[in-house]
């Protein structure tokens, strides 16, 4: 059982930045992939970014590359997304999950390969 605790989403101006993390309990937290996802209003959430176990190796959704960066700390139990020049479709909650078994990066932007969700940061860029 893991479970993930999302902070550091706000109110922010377009051009600023955010560091999100997302706590996990547990000792077996470098056993999984940890992904990001993000859902705007009235739209349906999407993958925003993964990596894998040992934190070496990262995946990004196009649409945030360059601006979005994914790390962990393992000795913390903690999975970042570094978000620079925000832009105000990055309106969105931003939800970390947590996937045990997957078949190479790319797979992670599937979120059925995730068995453990946290509730979830919201994220409002002003123009």
């Known amino acids: 059982q893991v479970q993930l605790v999302e902070s550091g989403g706000g109110l922010v101006q377009a051009g600023g930045s955010l560091r999100l993390s997302c706590a996990a309990s547990g000792r077996t937290f470098s056993t999984y992939a940890m992904g990001w996802f993000r859902q705007a209003p009235g739209k349906e959430r999407e993958f925003v970014a993964a990596i894998n176990r040992g934190g070496g190796a990262t995946y990004s959704a196009d649409a945030v590359k360059g601006r979005f960066t994914i790390s962990r700390d393992n000795a913390e139990n903690t999975v970042y997304l570094l978000i620079n020049n925000l832009k105000p479709e990055d309106t969105a909650d931003y939800y970390c999950?947590?996937?045990?078994?997957?078949?190479?990066?790319?797979?992670?932007?599937?979120?059925?390969?995730?068995?453990?969700w946290g509730q979830g940061t919201q994220v409002t860029v002003s123009s």
């Open positions: 999950a947590a996937a045990g078994y997957y078949s190479g990066l790319a797979s992670l932007l599937n979120q059925a390969l995730y068995s453990y």
